[in-house]
């Protein structure tokens, strides 16, 4: 199969790689769309970051959908042909430690990990190896486009089950990237009082407001925590999920705009140690919550419940997928991620 192989940085080279077999409860997904993730971005932008444990070359792309190609043995209720969403590999629990047992497996000592190896989906090639499991059937309506950004929304899932909110709520978003938006139109499906959604650039704040935010906030122009302030009359936000990452200035910004009693759920993955004033958060007893991935919210699969939106119309994924790029232009596909100023993306998609 044609496969991208990561060298690490931006050396991406499309090779012909053996096709992998699936064994018993897997199958394997010939993929028809991924989505280059903020995580990829990571290893892109610095050769000595990337997935950890995966080796170089390798070969990644969680964010993915497509359909059966073949079943391993003792594969009941999927068939070739099928169309299907996939929870990616490094999200595969062992099953039975505690965490996995209560539903959080995102949390299990031995995440990703098939006899004592790291694993991983590989969307940016032309099959990917997965767990039977973790395969959803898609509704005849809903495009391989949207299905392949689950992953987004089952994020975004997680984070208003890590951290509630409710019609008396003032919710920010910190950053409108995919995440940010999707966790944005989560939130308001949710049943948030009111959404405002802080970005630096003005075309993904006028989606944000499109896809239903009530205000927006240019933090380029203005500084987000007074502008925050002003917006509420200078209580600040009941919720505020962190949505960026990186080396941002979010992390500290987050619980300086919340309201006394706030919530902090923090989704963006931060590159560095960060820096907080803890006297801030002890005064208005701000709780801080970490929001790692997704698992099983009383006992249902975030990730269905990410699908049950989408396809209910509670939230509209179409409109963040901006960008696609077929396999062999998979460089200019992470070219274009890793510069949304310049390229304008928010969800870049391989289509392999
Ligand atoms: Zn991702
Ligand atoms: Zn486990």
Redesign the pocket.
Known sequence: MKAAMFYGGTDIRVQEVAQPVPGPGEVLVRVRAAGVCGSDLHGYRDPNRGWPGLGRPNMTGHELAGEIAALGPGVVGLAAGQRVGVEPRHLV?????R??RQGA?QL????GMVDGKRVHSTGFAEYSLESAEKCYSLPEDLSIEEAAILDVYAVAVHAVHRVPVSPVDTVVVLGVGAIGLAIAQVARAAGAGRVIAVGRREEPLALARQLGCDETVDSARTDPVEAVRTLTGGEGADVVFEAVGGTAPTFAQASMMAAPGGRVGIVGSFVEPQVLDVRVCMRKEVSLNWVWSYGLWQGVPEFQVALDLMTGGRVDAAPLISHRFPLDSIDQAFAAAADKRASGAVKVLVIP
């Open positions: 629990g062992c099953g039975h430690c965490w996995c497996y299990c000592p031995e995440l």
